[in-house]
């Protein structure tokens, strides 16, 4: 749990190029607190959003209530945490769209904020999730980037009269895996008809995790390499005290898109 006085900051750097353009950290805040997680710029025709899974956003949570950290660079690099400064580090900012709207998965743990393209950081990229994804088989590998809540590095802090404040950079971190279906543990969440799990193999705890897209990369050997992702589920859920991930399949996303952007 991270001090109720920090803010969060999201440091430059990547662990890959191309999910990283589309990759965004989400702060609901509310009534109750705040809930974290983590974002992807995506597009459905002339539709642009970001997808996300609901429980990250609070109940009842409004557009004005979200804070973004787009991507603040262009720049590939990575810096040792040691490295960081004030200046590697971006805030979250609000959406000032007033046609922006939230909605809510009814039959799955989704939920996509449509907004205009404007809003997006200088530096995003919006995925073509209605034409290029997949469905990923048993044993194929997937790529998944998002902002985990234990990966973070305090930067700076200060008093102001009898209160510390803390600021605090949220790293994004990246894990792979295989893919399968058929799960060593109880669930009554887990349908592998709608997911599909991944191993989840670091030392911490994958929450923040949620809400992060898992991608497929081909294989196919190019004389000239050049990124070819295609968007493959989002990360919803965690297992077996986070060892194990539940991803939502991308053609269960698409219907709930198609439900979103093509009703009417």
Known sequence: MLPSSASRRIPLGSSTVFVQWVL???????????????????????????????????SGAKPS??????????????????????????DGVPIRDPNALIYHCAWEDLAVIA????????????????NSWIDPAEKEIVHCCGFPIDKHILVGSRWIGKKEERDIAIRPDLFSGEVYFKPNFLSDDYDPRRHY??????????????????????????????PDFKFAGICTSCYKNGTVEQIVKASVARR?????????
């Open 197 to 226: 799990l991944v191993p989840y193999n670091h030392p911490k705890h994958p929450k923040g995790f949620s809400g992060a897209a898992a991608w497929w990369e081909s294989d196919q050997q190019k004389l000239v390499w050049k």
């Open 65 to 90: 209530d979200l804070r973004l950290f787009w991507r603040p660079s262009g720049a590939i690099e990575r810096l040792a945490d040691a490295d960081l400064q004030p200046k590697d580090i971006s």
């Open 24 to 58: 965004i950290r989400l702060l609901s805040v509310g009534g109750d607190g705040e809930e974290v997680g983590t974002g992807c710029a995506g597009r459905w025709g002339d539709h642009h959003f970001i997808l996300t899974a609901s429980h990250v956003l609070h």
């Open 256 to 264: 709930f898109l198609q439900e979103v952007f093509n009703a009417g």
């Open 115 to 130: 907004i205009d393209p404007t809003e997006a950081g200088q530096y995003a990229e919006f995925a073509d999730i209605d």
